[in-house]
């Protein structure tokens, strides 16, 4: 996708109630988990974004009736198991849309092809196929296990699998295509990911057993369950909500409200370092909704302090390093980010990005193979000189975390494709000028 660039600059305080986008990760699994099952589904507060209408067209080509009845209010019609797609299903930029419909389909007799934008074509897939092909899915593709390429489903055998990376994208493969078989499926991380996918399963009337054991979460799945449509209202990402939230953080005088909140605690790694810097974040009304933990976030402006971020935390803000990074700019003193090697093989290298992107704005910055310093300006006195034009290679959260750090730095900052934006936070430019961020096409 190309576009005109996008510049932010420093303005007033940001102020203001805002409500963040749906989820992107139940927005995925709402859609593939409705078609996958018999009957229907309505879902509330749907992500449209772009990564989101990709899975709701591939779950169209896999025979499921997938209607818009309003803003976020979707209704997917399963027939309890996907037909073969006529054409090439392309998941554009979606890396969580690819994994876990491969796996979904993997269980049935068709053949897929799968392809997707260039980010997408140059993202591992062998971390998914290797052990659908352990349960008997056949590939045929590109050699290195990238797309496009194209997967033959059929009667897969059950599996026991120990994740050699932390993924729920990993796992939710190997959960999904074991619903398809007699025995099942069962897998070990070594740490905990998100558990939509567990939740999820239960919500749609399948029984998933979880068990914390010495070498990890054991999450084991009956195979021959059948799902059934269901009610779901997908809560606001935690991982979009981010954004304004450390906006507000950075700029002074500002007080942010982001309102709905997926609370989920395999998700809020980021607000726990941010509390841990010291801001000030405070969360109200908390409440369930679709079996979810949600609540609204206010962030008002905080003098930040650099932390150590415990490695073990990655899974559960593995989305939120890059903008925590920029938090980190404006902090006193270093952040330490270790253990994130995952971040490279994202929408794009994250940590190369961050790390160029930083430097060209005048923060110290120290880059190393599965780890990033960031050194921080002290805000005041010795704000981050900003004034940089950043390449993001079409990657959204890239984009955002730069965006948000030309709120609060010396000169301006401008992205080189916010198109890419729409895959994950649509409505981003208007949600922020809203709260009165300066943002606006490149001069
Ligand atoms: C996701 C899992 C994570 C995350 C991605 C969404 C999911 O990826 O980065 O944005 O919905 O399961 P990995 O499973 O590759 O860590």
């Given amino acids: ?121 140059g993202r591992p897939m062998n971390r998914v196929l290797n052990p659908l092909k352990e349960m008997g899915a056949v590939v045929l593709g590109r050699s290195g296990g990238r797309l496009p390429l194209t997967l033959q489903g059929g009667k897969l055998k059950t599996i026991s699998y120990r994740l050699p990376m932390a993924s729920a994208q990993v796992k939710s493969a190997v959960l999904l295509a074991g619903l398809n078989t007699a025995g099942g499926a069962q897998v070990i991380e070594p740490e905990p990911t998100r558990d939509h996918t567990e939740r999820m399963l239960r919500g749609f009337g399948a029984e998933v057993v979880v068990e914390d054991r010495d070498d990890g979460r054991w999450i084991s799945l009956a195979g021959g369950q059948s799902l059934t449509g269901t009610k779901i209202r997908v809560p606001g990402d935690p991982s979009s909500a981010a954004f304004p939230i450390v906006a507000a953080l950075i700029t002074p005088g500002s007080e942010v409200t982001v309102e709905g909140v997926l609370l989920n605690e395999l998700r809020t790694g980021l607000f726990t370092t941010l509390k841990e810097m010291g801001a000030d974040l405070t969360l109200s009304n908390v409440r369930i909704e679709s079996g979810e933990e949600v609540g609204d976030l206010t962030a008002r402006h905080s003098q930040l302090k650099g932390v150590e971020v415990p490695p073990e935390r990655a899974p559960s803000m593995i989305d939120e390093y890059p903008i925590l990074a920029v938090a980190a700019a404006f902090a006193t003193g270093a952040t330490y980010m270790r253990g994130i090697g995952e971040m490279r093989v994202k929408e794009s290298d994250r940590i190369a990005l961050m790390a160029a992107g930083l430097a060209a704005s005048g923060v110290g910055v120290e880059e190393e193979p599965e780890a990033l310093t960031v050194v921080g300006t002290g805000a005041g006195n010795h704000p981050v000189k900003g004034g940089a034009r950043v390449v993001t290679k079409g990657d959204h959260r890239i984009a955002m975390s730069h965006l948000v750090m030309g709120l609060a730095s010396d000169a301006p900052m401008s992205v080189d494709e916010p198109g890419m934006i729409a895959t994950s936070f649509p409505g981003f430019v208007e949600l922020m000028t809203g709260l009165g961020a300066q943002l606006g096409a490149e001069a």
């Fill in 1 to 121: 996708m190309t576009s005109a660039g996008l510049t932010a600059q420093r303005g007033g305080p940001l102020r203001g109630r805002v409500r963040a986008p749906g989820d992107k990760s139940v927005s995925h699994r709402a859609l593939i988990f409705g078609a996958l099952a018999r009957g229907t589904t309505e879902v509330e507060g749907l992500l449209e974004g772009e990564d989101v209408l990709r899975s709701a067209a591939a779950m169209r080509a896999f025979g499921a009736t997938v209607e818009r009845l309003g803003e976020g209010r979707w209704r997917v019609e399963g027939k309890g198991g996907f037909e073969e797609p006529a054409d090439v299903i392309d998941c554009g930029n979606a890396g969580t849309g690819v994994r876990l419909i491969m796996g979904a389909a993997a269980g049935f007799d068709l053949a897929a092809t799968f392809t997707g934008d260039a980010s997408l074509r």
